[in-house]
């Protein structure tokens, strides 16, 4: 079953709001950690947080492939720097977005976190995203799709950037 699917089954199944606003709190922390141990170049705390088998997903430019090029060891001159402005948690999800606005450069991360361990990244580089719930449930009690979070930062690149929606 796919990350997603694990997520609004584990949401389900959580006793109470402590429970998962707790896990939330731990799953944001994980990312956290993610981007400080990149910003000191602390390889031994990235290689501890990250998956071997990290699945990853990017959208944008090729030439914008910064955290794998940083993941990588490729960025040596590099100096591009995600520092989060605001990030979320939905359960196992972290959203994480950024802006560059000096190179017009606006990102969102969002993470999978599974017992501490980031299991998957999905990148989007100058791409609005609105993340909506997955559960065929609640969006059939209403008639629309509702967002539970929308990218709040993509208007500080100063250019018309596309949108994509992600069900978690």
């Known amino acids: 079953p796919s990350a997603v699917g694990i997520t609004g089954r584990y949401l389900t199944?959580?006793?109470?709001s402590d429970e998962l606003a707790?896990?939330?709190?731990?799953?944001r922390e994980v990312v956290l950690s993610l981007y400080e141990a990149l910003s000191c170049r602390d390889v031994e705390t990235v290689t501890k947080i990250l998956a071997r088998d990290?699945?990853?997903?990017?959208?944008?430019?090729?030439?914008?492939?910064?955290?794998?090029?940083?993941?990588?060891?490729?960025?040596?001159?590099?100096?591009?720097?995600?520092?989060p402005k605001s990030i979320a948690s939905f359960g196992s999800i972290v959203i994480a977005e950024g802006c560059d606005s000096e190179r017009g450069i606006y990102w969102v991360h969002a993470?999978?976190?599974?017992?501490?361990?980031?299991?998957?990244?999905?990148?989007?580089?100058?791409?609005?995203?609105?993340?909506?719930?997955?559960s065929t449930a609640e969006i059939a009690s209403v008639h629309y799709c509702p967002s539970v979070w929308e990218s709040s930062l993509s208007n500080l690149v100063g250019k018309s950037v596309p949108g994509l929606v992600l069900a978690i």
């Open 111 to 134: 993470w999978t976190v599974t017992d501490g361990i980031i299991t998957q990244v999905r990148e989007y580089f100058n791409t609005s995203l609105t993340v909506t719930p997955s």
């Open 22 to 27: 707790e896990l939330e709190r731990k799953n």
């Open 54 to 83: 990290l699945e990853w997903w990017f959208h944008g430019p090729p030439s914008h492939q910064f955290m794998m090029r940083l993941l990588t060891d490729q960025s040596i001159q590099s100096s591009f720097s995600f520092s």
């Open 13 to 16: 199944n959580l006793a109470n």
